[in-house]
């Protein structure tokens, strides 16, 4: 019996600043990355041949031709229609409506090109390489300017009818709370995402309760981080900023685990950098609320992938799919 060689993947993520090209193995092995900033401002042309140009570059690092890859999975940011590969809609890439980014890049590359969104990759990445290895049913969040998710139930991502679905940054916790980017009031993002932590340090700043964090927002930007480091040096608004994040992110939780009941919540982006004042809390609260049945053997993991499980997930995507010579 001969056996057949496996086709390496070509995976990039598209980010409204980040763009990432790896090329990997079937198995999850990274061999090569390139990074770079994504520049949507320039354009949709000028990104598909960024885009290329980043891949091209991880594949001349793993030393192959791009013409030998299997094929390239795409992980962009914004709602896609994963059937018709088409970015409907997306915030982080200005301009951008009914863009036909699978058949455009397919023509670009001469390649085949599977194309999703960028959460529902990552949580499909960490299902399959990452913290939620062996989940059957997986709820995943990212948590970073603005809050993403993935929702896998029996081991397949759940998309909607229209790509859009798995939105649950924009999950109601607070009716009639600040205004979402979304144009809705009290989204899960619009009081816990690191964009809505910087308005509350913004106000405490200017309302004078925090002269720690003026002290350090004087020498770097302000930024969830920069509020966390406050926070652990005593500051008590800064303080104040994640414990509300925290319970509006325990709260959320809990609505998840009602609905789905999940093996696992994994949760991933920048936030979790500051896990102590954000996840641990977040946890408790939605442990404290939920009821006991679904609270039984659930796992709340802190994501193992980082800003990788998005091209990760394209690779686990392309390899469970036949026509991709997975
Ligand atoms: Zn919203």
Known sequence: LSRQKRPLFGAIDLGGTKLLSVIATPDGEILARDRRPSQTQEGLEAILARMAGSLDSAAEEAGVQPSQLGAVGVASAG?????RGIVSEAPQLPGWQDVPLRDLLQE??????LLDNDANAAGFGELTFGAGRGSRHLIYLTISTGIGGGIIIDGQL????SGAAAELG????????????????GCLEAIASGTAMVWRAQEALEQ???????QL????PLTAELIARAARQGDEACTEIYRVAAFALGNALASYVSIFDPNAIV?????MNSSELIFEPARRTMEGMVRRL????????KGELGDESGVLGMVALLRRDRTFGG
């Open 294 to 301: 679904p609270l039984q053997g659930l796992r709340v993991l």
């Open 108 to 113: 670009q590359l001469q390649l085949p090109v």
């Open 267 to 271: 949760l991933g982006g920048g936030i």
């Open 217 to 220: 927002a004087a020498e770097e």
């Open 158 to 161: 759940y998309r909607g009818k």
């Open 208 to 214: 004078g309760r925090s002269p720690l964090l003026a």
């Open 170 to 185: 924009h999950i109601v916790i607070d009716m009639g709370g600040p205004v979402c980017p979304c144009g809705a009031r």
């Open 79 to 83: 709602a896609i229609n994963f059937d």
